[in-house]
């Protein structure tokens, strides 16, 4: 995986979009609050959000990265089953988070795990696409960007970001 040269605290205080780079290291089943049942195949996930709050990527990002144990979000239910590879950002007042979910599948020859994840609050199927090998190369920040007609998105390992944010690494799960 090939990270963006400089992954800025300053650039990430700002509000943006991202697109979390997950790891399903074994199948699991996993129960996905109000959704219910979800089965998960090993291999890679990916996951559109944006961070619009006062703490903007930084605080969304920084949640991600501190796994909570108290579920806020639909994404916070895969952390037993997942580790957070990395994230592709963007900077921005415009949501690129729709743009990108309906155009996932297709652009990485994905699937919907769970039709409505992270979409209650949007007309998007889904905000989580699963691939069969995490999905991660500067073609896909040039796909993303083409696709919204926004920006190129940098991408940040999750050890860029820990380090950009002042964190300690996220623990793994167990295989």
């Not at 108290?70 to 007042?93: K, S």
């Not at 090998?133 to 920040?141: I, V």
Request: charged share 20%; hydrophobic share 45%; aromatic share 6%.
């Amino acid at each position: 995986m090939q990270s963006l040269p400089g992954t800025a605290p300053a650039d990430l205080r700002r509000p943006g979009s991202y697109l979390l780079v997950l790891q399903v290291t074994r199948a699991a089943g996993l129960q996905i609050g109000a959704l219910g049942e979800t089965r998960l195949a090993a291999g890679g996930l990916l996951y559109a959000g944006s961070a619009f709050g006062a703490g903007g990527l930084a605080g969304r990002l920084g949640h991600h990265l501190r796994r909570s144990s108290r579920p806020r979000w639909h994404v916070d239910y895969l952390w037993p089953a997942t580790q957070l590879l990395g994230a592709w950002w963007a900077c921005g007042e415009r949501a690129l988070e729709h743009a990108w979910a309906r155009s996932l599948p297709e652009l990485v020859g994905g699937w919907l795990p769970r039709p409505g994840f992270g979409a209650s609050d949007c007309r998007c199927p889904a905000h989580l696409v699963a691939t069969a090998e995490p999905a991660t190369g500067a073609e896909l920040g040039r796909a993303l960007a083409e696709v919204a007609g926004g920006p190129v998105p940098r991408f940040s390992t999750a050890r860029e970001l820990e380090a950009a944010l002042g964190r300690a690494p996220a623990r793994s799960p167990r295989a």
